[in-house]
């Protein structure tokens, strides 16, 4: 019998579509269409393409996202923080393009970059497709 090894490094660095294949050679029981992250994902090329296509004010917010947070734990009022920025000011337009920008990147209606939850202090915590997020924070070096 052959066998395959392939590190956790390595396999992370395969597409979504790719670990799920592999996946269901070893677990076919396991729905990996409900896996942690599976949405949001962008290959780099499309990174490259949504961060040319947006404002300066969209890239900055996007830029101190990866600079000064982890791929799940974007926390919206410590981003206002480090953006200079209060909880008055509205954002809704900028996250509005970076949505929009993002969907016709992705060429899918109801692709979302950023996933928003709120946490125990009803505080807003983003999560973002670690393919993404390393993307991203590529970009901006």
């Known amino acids: 019998m052959t066998q395959?090894?392939?590190?956790?490094?390595?396999?992370?660095?395969?597409?979504?579509?790719?670990?799920?294949?592999?996946?269901?050679?070893?677990?076919?029981q396991i729905n990996h269409e409900n896996?942690?992250?599976?949405?949001?994902?962008?290959?780099?090329?499309?990174?490259?393409?949504?961060?040319?296509?947006?404002?300066?004010?969209?890239k900055n917010i996007l830029r101190t996202m990866v600079r000064n947070f982890s791929h799940n734990d974007i926390n919206y009022r410590d981003l206002l923080k480090n953006l200079g920025m209060t909880e008055e000011d509205n954002l809704t337009g900028v996250w509005s393009g970076i949505t929009k920008r993002s969907r016709n990147v992705a060429n899918d209606p109801s692709f979302d970059l950023?996933?928003?939850?709120?946490?125990?202090?009803?505080?807003?915590?983003?999560s973002m497709h670690p393919t993404t997020f390393k993307y991203i924070s590529e970009y901006f070096k």
């Not at 395959?4 to 076919?28: C, G, M, W, Y």
């Not at 780099?44 to 296509?53: A, H, T």
């Not at 950023?114 to 983003?126: F, L």
């Open 114 to 126: 950023i996933d928003w939850n709120s946490n125990e202090d009803n505080i807003a915590v983003g």
């Open 35 to 58: 896996l942690e992250d599976v949405d949001g994902e962008l290959t780099r090329r499309q990174v490259s393409n949504l961060l040319s296509g947006l404002s300066d004010k969209s």
């Open 4 to 28: 395959l090894v392939i590190s956790l490094d390595q396999f992370q660095k395969l597409s979504t579509s790719t670990q799920a294949e592999i996946l269901n050679i070893f677990q076919p």
